[in-house]
């Protein structure tokens, strides 16, 4: 146990100094006021003097995610919401859970690369470029480290017969995280099914039966 913390620890400050893609603090930190009373592209900082150590820290990723759920995984983020220490300094975290079978859906992050490390069980992973759509894919086992770069779709996939697990980090505070299907069948308002269906090369009915499946009931 000791040694796969400390594996995670030396992984996240190699990514701490290996990239960034948020503008770099123009002091030692700019700890996010996580009730602003004015809006700005960001969080804006909290009065230094009011700043404590719990303000760095965050409790709880020794602890396996639910994975009790359609998807058979979990994903538990370590962002500026819910870590304010992490405002301007370009880096984000998150423990990736998987039962076996579990799947973290294609999506992507419009705001960061992600770096991806196996520390138990076997995944599938893979991303498609915007190049011809070429699809690169990799099965992982434990201590394998993967990258997706930003923007491109990718997914996480539990081929084995037992629970896996993950970690990540990435190049913004807040990466943001777009799941294609719910983006395209769950849109609120809902796409139309004249556009879906001449997309996807497919009938109204099907599209209309695959919106269905997102909605927010579902």
Request: proline share 6%; glycine share 8%.
């Amino acid at each position: 146990m000791a040694s796969r913390f400390l594996f995670v620890t030396l992984f996240a400050l190699v990514i701490s100094q290996a990239f960034g893609s948020d503008p770099s603090q123009l002091q030692d930190f700019c700890v996010a006021e996580m009730n602003p009373q004015v809006f700005v592209n960001g969080v804006v900082c909290k009065n230094p003097n009011a700043v404590t150590a719990n303000d760095f820290f965050f409790p709880g990723l020794d602890k396996a995610g639910n994975t009790n759920n359609s998807l058979g995984s979990n994903v538990t983020a370590v962002a500026v919401n819910n870590l304010p220490g992490l405002n301007t300094l370009g880096i984000s975290f998150a423990r990736l859970d998987f039962a076996p079978g579990g799947l973290v859906p294609p999506h992507y992050h419009p705001r960061a690369t992600e770096i991806l490390v196996v520390i138990e069980g076997t995944l599938e992973v893979a991303f498609v470029s915007s190049t011809n759509n070429q699809l690169f894919k990799k099965i992982l086992n434990k201590g394998d480290v993967y990258v997706f770069p930003q923007g491109l779709i990718h997914f996480q996939f539990n081929r084995g017969w037992t629970n896996a697990v993950a970690f990540s980090g990435l190049s913004s505070q807040n990466p943001g995280v777009v799941f294609v299907a719910n983006a395209v069948f769950g849109s609120n308002p809902p796409i139309s099914d004249d556009v879906l269906a001449k997309a996807f090369k497919l009938d109204k009915k099907t599209i209309d039966w695959l919106q269905a499946q997102f909605t927010s009931g579902n």
